[in-house]
């Protein structure tokens, strides 16, 4: 069984920072791009950010400069640091990962629970 775990969510001003993690656990054989993506409410879900295996990163041009997306190997997590966080950054943030589970060595596609970020005014 595979999960993909996200936490650091939470209220914080505007100006203020959050962490969010996403731990992958279960049987997995290896991890290849993991990303955050977010969904407001009444919104499309979009890209926020994503990593490679390589550590290549990329992000949506509205966190650029703000948003920093890593990744532990060693521990199945990908981080999101979120600086200057404004009220339009208010979404579900969710975990995505591109992963191979213990019963097959192809890629499949895994989401988080997701964890809310609300930021206000």
């Known amino acids: 069984q595979v999960q993909l775990v996200e936490s650091g969510g939470g209220l914080v001003q505007a100006g203020g920072s959050l962490r969010l993690s996403c731990a992958a656990s279960g049987s997995i054989i290896s991890i290849n791009a993991m990303g955050w993506y977010r969904q407001a409410p009444g919104k499309q879900r979009e890209l926020v950010a994503t990593?490679?295996?390589?550590?290549?990163?990329r992000y949506a041009d509205s966190v650029k400069g703000r948003f920093t997306i890593s990744r532990d190997n060693a521990k199945n997590t990908v981080y999101l640091q979120m600086n200057s966080l404004k009220p339009e950054d208010t979404a579900v943030y969710y975990c995505?990962?591109?992963?191979?589970?213990?019963?097959?060595?192809?890629?499949?596609?895994?989401w988080g629970q997701g964890t809310q970020v609300t930021v206000s005014s």
């Open positions: 990593i490679s295996s390589g550590g290549s990163t």
């Open positions: 995505n990962a591109d992963l191979s589970p213990g019963y097959s060595y192809h890629y499949r596609n895994y």
